[in-house]
């Protein structure tokens, strides 16, 4: 929508350093940005520098139980394979401090998931809504399969952090 951009341009316009916004988007400066691919802005962008699609309201989360941390544990368990657990642990952390409830503008729950970046395919799973990703066991499944489908820990890789398997 803005054309031909860069991490600096769209950060620029969205008033936010472009580390935070490659961080944001679980990338770092040299990541290259493709044609029409969306991208999330950090907390305290700009709303007018945003295109038209991302500044229309969200929808209001559905109101869903708050699971204990040790139940979110336990889901976590379940949908990960034993060789990634630790490295999932330290995911669901490090995104939502084990909380299932938790949301930035477009990230949601447990391992906070993009749900503009991956609705499209999300929906061959039933996730048809943003607000199913509020369900643990929904959205460790789906990052399960986010992970799979990179075939790596590179949608939440970070500058510090980023497991090779």
Known sequence: MWGVDSWSRIAAKAGVKS?????????????????GQTICLPVGASIQA?????????ASPVTTRRYSRSEL????????????EA????VANRESRWSNLSQTGCCVGL???????HKKWMANYGV???NQLFDPVINAR??????????SWRPWCTANWCPVG
């Not at 961080?23 to 990541?31: H, T």
């Not at 789906?142 to 075939?151: E, F, K, L």
Request: aromatic residues 10%; without cysteine; charged residues 20%.
């Open 142 to 151: 789906m990052a399960v399969i986010t992970w799979q489908r990179s075939g």
């Open 19 to 35: 580390t935070e916004l490659a961080i944001a988007n679980g990338k770092n400066l040299r990541s290259t940005l493709l044609p």
């Open 87 to 90: 490295d999932a642990f330290f």
């Open 50 to 58: 945003a295109p038209a699609a991302a500044a229309q309201p969200a």
């Open 73 to 84: 544990e336990q889901i976590v368990r379940d949908a990960w394979p034993d060789e990634l």
């Open 128 to 130: 048809t809504d943003r």
């Open 111 to 117: 391992f906070q998931l993009n749900w503009n970046s």
